[in-house]
């Protein structure tokens, strides 16, 4: 009798357990989805990529500008050397080297500028602030302006060395012409004196020497 009571009372819930179970654990990840630490956590990661992003711009940045600034000494020795204008002291090959240089730096600037000014919009459109898109663009175009100033410098100097080498070819000219008609033979200026040292030394003989009649008279045969 009792034992049938206590098997009538008996009940599995299981099931109500287990769906309970599963609505809690739904509830805890749509939660999470929202506000949770999943959320927290990709934002933490988007920051830390715009930094990684600005510091790689500001090294690019850095790296050109010091690029255009070891350029512009370059020019500015290779100015000093155009403006000589003596024809003995004409530094050619040193010249002609400096240029080569010159011409390089100008091509590897000019394609790093393109870069960066691709890489600075791949950046803008990312969703950055527009306070940091609009310091990028800045400073992008302050590289290019610096850059653009060394390229004219450079045609500049160029230009004034081909008129200085105009200038030394004709002062060339002119001293090597000057040159042939001054040139003196010294055998033709010492062919009077003699002639006149000769006739002066036959003049200045003693009467016996020259053989008239009062040299002979003094020694008698």
Same mark, same amino acid.
């Given at each position: 009798?009792?034992?049938? %009571?206590?098997?009538?009372?008996?009940?599995?819930?299981?099931?109500? =357990?287990?769906?309970?179970?599963?609505?809690?654990?739904?509830?805890?990840? *749509?939660?999470?989805?929202?506000?949770?630490? *999943?959320?927290?956590?990709?934002?933490?990661?988007?920051?830390?990529?715009?930094?990684?992003?600005?510091?790689?711009?500001?090294?690019?940045? *850095?790296?050109?500008?010091?690029?255009?600034?070891?350029?512009?000494?370059?020019?500015?020795?290779?100015?000093?050397?155009?403006?000589?204008?003596? %024809? =003995?002291?004409?530094?050619?090959?040193?010249?002609?080297?400096?240029?080569?240089?010159?011409?390089?730096?100008?091509?590897?600037?000019?394609?790093?500028? %393109?870069?960066?000014?691709? =890489?600075?919009?791949?950046?803008?459109?990312?969703?950055?602030?527009?306070? !940091?898109?609009?310091?990028? !663009?800045?400073?992008?175009?302050?590289?290019?302006?610096?850059?653009?100033?060394? !390229?004219?410098? =450079?045609?500049? %100097?160029?230009?004034?060395?081909?008129? /200085?080498?105009?200038?030394?070819?004709?002062?060339?000219?002119?001293?090597?012409?000057?040159?042939?008609?001054?040139?003196?033979?010294?055998?033709?200026?010492?062919?009077?004196?003699?002639?006149? *040292?000769?006739?002066?030394?036959?003049?200045?003989?003693?009467?016996?020497?020259?053989? /008239?009649?009062?040299?002979?008279?003094?020694?008698?045969?």
């Amino acid at each position: 009798m009792h034992a049938k %009571v206590a098997q009538s009372s008996f009940r599995d819930r299981t099931q109500e =357990f287990q769906s309970v179970a599963d609505r809690f654990r739904k509830s805890i990840s *749509s939660g999470q989805g929202q506000n949770g630490p *999943s959320s927290s956590t990709s934002r933490a990661e988007e920051k830390r990529s715009m930094v990684a992003h600005q510091s790689e711009f500001n090294r690019k940045a *850095s790296k050109i500008g010091f690029g255009i600034h070891q350029t512009s000494q370059k020019l500015s020795k290779l100015a000093k050397l155009a403006k000589r204008t003596s %024809v =003995f002291d004409d530094p050619t090959k040193e010249i002609q080297e400096l240029t080569a240089v010159i011409k390089q730096d100008i091509t590897t600037l000019n394609s790093a500028v %393109v870069d960066l000014q691709l =890489f600075c919009n791949s950046r803008n459109e990312g969703g950055i602030s527009s306070d !940091t898109s609009s310091h990028s !663009t800045t400073v992008v175009d302050d590289l290019k302006n610096r850059l653009m100033s060394a !390229t004219k410098e =450079f045609k500049d %100097v160029l230009t004034m060395r081909t008129e /200085n080498l105009k200038v030394h070819e004709n002062r060339r000219q002119l001293f090597s012409s000057n040159a042939s008609k001054d040139s003196p033979n010294p055998f033709v200026r010492q062919r009077p004196l003699a002639i006149k *040292s000769a006739a002066g030394a036959s003049n200045n003989l003693p009467q016996w020497a020259n053989g /008239n009649k009062s040299s002979s008279q003094l020694f008698p045969r």
